[in-house]
Structure formats: structure tokens, C-alpha cells
């Protein structure tokens, strides 16, 4: 299963959340867990995960809070500073899944 680009985006207000990026990234994963269990999934069935942010400077904060939402063995990775993202983002987030 592969999960599109999910941003900082409240599902009920599509709006994004306050708070900047750790907000943000927290409601990312947030809502890539609602997609995973509407699809019977759970974080551990995570393959790879795509982050793209609107600056490397906040990575360390990101990946602290990736990591809060999974366990080893953690998922590959790949983290990618992107110039702009959508809807002025300050992060998105994409997912392989396994069946």
C-alpha cells in the first residue's frame, strides 16, 4: 500500500494545525495512523517512509517525533529538504506499507 503525501492538515477542519512544525509533524503521523488502521495496518507494517521538509534545520525535532510514533526495527527512511511544499507545509510525509 503506498500513502500519498499527507501535510500538517486537521482531517476534520483542513486546516493545519498551530504550532509550527512540531505540530505539524505530529498530526502528519497522526494522520498517516488514521490511514493505517482504516486499512487494517499499523505502524509497524511501515516499509519506508519519504520526509520531505520546508527546511533541514528542523530535522532533529521531526525525527524525535517520528520516532515517538514507532519502534525498531524503524523504517527506511530518506529525508529530503524540498523548496516548497504544499499549501506552504512546513512538512510532508509519505509511506510504503507491506500487505
Do not use: H
Not at 504550532?19 to 498530526?27: A, D, L, Y
Not at 520546508?54 to 530518506?78: C, G, H, K, W
Amino acid at each position: 500500500m503506498f500513502i500519498s503525501g499527507q501535510i500538517g492538515l486537521d482531517p476534520e477542519t483542513q486546516q493545519f494545525v498551530s504550532g509550527g512544525v512540531e505540530n505539524q509533524t505530529e498530526q502528519v503521523m497522526k494522520n498517516i495512523g488514521a490511514i493505517l488502521e482504516e486499512a487494517g495496518k499499523s505502524y509497524t507494517d511501515i516499509v519506508k517512509m519519504g520526509i520531505f521538509l520546508d527546511s533541514m534545520d528542523d530535522f532533529q525535532t521531526v525525527n524525535d517525533i517520528y520516532a515517538s510514533f514507532l519502534s525498531e526495527p524503524y523504517p527506511a527512511r530518506a529525508a529530503i529538504e524540498a523548496g516548497k511544499l504544499p499549501k506552504g507545509a512546513k512538512i510532508e510525509m509519505e509511506a510504503i506499507v507491506k500487505k
